[in-house]
């Protein structure tokens, strides 16, 4: 069993930070990328950055600048730190690890996908 335990978000005033945390644990024997994806109501879940555990990331262009992703490997963690936060921003926030479990996997399964339950940023004008 794998669990994402997501923290950080909450309602800030536009302009302002936050720092969004997302640590890793149960039967992972490493974890290849992690990453942060976010859905505002009505629209589709979109990739907000991702991180390699070599530490190569992607953003998307409407982050470019103000958020930076990071990752703590020996932790399991990885953050996205916000700032000059928009009130376009506001969204649940995922954290999305793929990985490979502890139990060996199934002929033409690579890695295993999860997700973490989410966490708001609300940012207001």
């Known amino acids: 069993q794998v669990q994402l335990v997501e923290s950080g978000g909450g309602l800030v005033q536009a302009g302002g930070s936050l720092r969004l945390s997302c640590a890793a644990s149960g039967s992972i024997f490493s974890i290849n990328a992690m990453g942060w994806y976010r859905q505002a109501p009505g629209k589709q879940r979109e990739l907000v950055a991702a991180?390699?555990?070599?530490?190569?990331?992607s953003c998307a262009d409407s982050v470019k600048g103000r958020f930076t992703i990071s990752r703590d490997n020996a932790k399991n963690t990885v953050y996205l730190q916000m700032n000059s936060l928009k009130p376009e921003d506001t969204a649940i926030y995922y954290c999305n690890a793929d990985y490979l479990p502890t139990i060996p996997l199934g002929p033409g399964t690579y890695s295993l996908d999860y997700w973490g339950q989410g966490t708001q940023v609300t940012v207001s004008s």
């Open positions: 991180i390699t555990s070599g530490g190569s990331t």
